[in-house]
């Protein structure tokens, strides 16, 4: 059954109101329709550059409470209103740190060359606070302002910096000089105590751009740093520069705590594409971070393409499917899946119980799309416990979900065995959930079908005709009961089906799933969906219509 379908619309038309109100005297209503239009413009409203007018002639107003001032000149940088940037520099140069925090960083992505000179005299005041004097350093390391370098290279060599501007000094000196930074960093490098991180750390930044010969055994040095965060920024650089550069290093760096540090590793010797290199990648299929492993496994699958190192990679599925480790056995079972190795289903039918859900989860859903017979009654096997725990009000939504994954799998193997199983969960029992009761119901449909059961059909016409009653049946359940009864082509239920399908546009999954199995069962034109728009339809201000 094709799905009932909505379209997207997002209409600009609250947007000439929106344009209005931004002259209106209310400071809050003027505040509220700038933070719209933020928000319109994330979901892509069209239209939205004509309100810039408006915007900036609210942005020059005289007496403009701080806040209102704010949300205008955040709606103008998201607009990209780069004409509005000597308004925007002229306000934060006059209003508070907050505004210049919005407004700044804008400023020096559009490269706005008068405020240049502002940012080297606030950079040249000893007396700048900190977060202000930050914010000019961050701004003319993305403009490349070169005459910034003297006042840098100070601020990153005196230990007595404040360490927040001193890291962002180190930053844009390094930005600025991608050159002759060897000796400071190999200077500030020695020393691998505790107290001296944030030396160790200016140190990385310095060298985060040099080419130079030089610079790579600091960064090697760095890359082995004690500190997870000097170590990344180190194995940044050397991965940009040569993935080759990390291969020695790998071998220790895979044990280091850090996720980051090991999804550097894994990189590298995704890189390196060699046999070897898909063995040691094969361990981090049990990384502690999903983020590392997640990569590793999806990095493992590209590289299956390459005839040479398929095998490598099966191999290491294979060797963590063999074992206990609950993040491998959930890796490697989408690994052989992907693969479409069928051989390896009896040891997902042995996963079918493991104590952790990720697994059970998984080797259910695996086991419903390798599709093999010799797995029929292993998993009915553990359908049949998984029923016996959820009619005893002791499921959850992970036994749920493996449900589910289970009576597809039956469906899919034709498993006319499981029939009694499945029609127990006809009945509404508000002890089994809604997504598992419909999907055993789907699957019914599809053990039966074109054979019609008299009392599967009578049972399944009882729940779509189940609308008034205190607790009303689930639209989930009556959609599948009316599309398995279409399967069967149960003609006895056609009464119920043409009571909940009037022939008109129809509103919800159930009343549509009716009229398909009315098609299916008499051959009466399909029905159709009435298309609905969605979206933020109710936007704080909208014209009446």
Not at 157 to 164: K, N, S
Not at 350 to 363: G, M, N, S, T
Not at 399 to 428: F, G, N, V
């Amino acid at each position: 059954m094709e799905p009932p379908r909505q379209r997207s619309v997002m209409s600009s038309r609250p947007l000439p109101l929106w344009i209005e109100a931004l002259a209106a005297p209310e400071a809050d209503l003027r505040r509220e329709v700038a933070e719209t239009i933020v928000l319109a413009q994330r979901l892509k409203m069209p239209d939205l550059n004509t309100a810039v007018p408006a915007l900036m002639q609210a942005l020059d107003a005289p007496q403009q409470p701080p806040a209102v001032v704010a949300a205008v000149a955040h709606a103008l940088i998201v607009l990209e209103a780069r004409q509005a940037a000597s308004a925007l520099a002229s306000r934060a140069a006059a209003g508070n740190l907050e505004l210049a925090q919005i407004v700044e960083p804008a400023l020096a992505r559009w490269n706005h060359t008068p405020m240049r000179q502002r940012w080297l005299e606030r950079l040249a005041d000893r007396t700048a606070r900190r977060a202000a004097l930050v914010l000019a350093i961050d701004a003319l390391a993305a403009v490349g302002e070169t005459a910034a370098v003297p006042r840098l290279t100070e601020l990153t060599m005196d230990a007595g910096t404040e360490p927040t501007v001193r890291r962002a000094a180190a930053r844009a000196l390094g930005r600025l000089q991608p050159q002759g930074l060897e000796d400071a960093a190999r200077r500030l490098a020695t020393d691998t105590s505790a107290a001296k991180t944030l030396d160790r750390l200016v140190a990385a930044a310095l060298v985060k751009h040099h080419d130079s010969a030089a610079a790579q055994p600091i960064l090697e040095q760095l890359a082995l740093d004690p500190e997870p965060s000097v170590a990344a920024i180190a194995l940044e650089r050397m991965m940009e520069r040569d993935f080759r550069q990390v291969l020695p290093l790998a071998d220790r760096l895979a044990a280091n705590a850090d996720a980051n540090v090991r999804h550097w590793v894994a990189k590298a010797w995704v890189a390196e594409r060699t046999v070897p290199a898909v063995g040691r990648l094969g361990r981090l299929l049990d990384d502690p971070h999903p983020q590392v492993r997640v990569y590793v496994r999806r990095s493992l699958l590209e590289m299956t393409s390459d005839v040479a190192l398929r095998e490598a990679v099966l191999d290491a599925a294979r060797t963590m499917l063999a074992g206990r480790q609950w993040r491998g056995l959930e890796q490697a079972v989408l690994i052989a899946v992907a693969l479409d190795r069928k051989e390896l289903a009896g040891r997902l039918v042995e996963l079918l119980d493991f104590e952790r859900p990720e697994v059970f989860i998984a080797a259910a859903w695996g086991l419903r799309r390798l599709a093999v017979p010799d797995t029929r009654t292993g998993i009915l096997r553990r359908a049949e416990r998984v029923y016996a725990i959820q009619a005893a009000a002791q499921g959850n939504a992970d036994i749920d979900q493996q449900s589910c994954h289970l009576a597809e799998a039956l469906s899919q193997l034709h498993a006319t065995e499981a029939l009694p199983l499945l029609r127990r969960y006809i009945p509404k029992e508000r002890a089994i959930a809604v997504e598992a009761r419909a999907t055993a119901i789907w699957a019914l449909g599809h053990l039966l079908s074109g054979k019609p059961d008299p009392d599967v059909v009578a049972a399944l016409a009882e729940r779509i005709a189940d609308t008034t009653s205190m607790m009303p049946e689930a639209i989930e359940v009556r959609a599948m009961s009316a599309v398995s009864v279409g399967r069967m082509r149960g003609a006895a239920a056609l009464p119920t089906l043409r009571k909940y399908y009037l022939g008109k546009p129809v509103a919800d999954r159930a009343e549509y799933a009716c009229g398909w199995a009315i098609h299916q069962l008499t051959g009466e034109p399909l029905p159709v969906f009435a298309q609905s728009e969605f979206g933020p339809r109710f936007w704080f201000l909208e014209p009446v219509d």
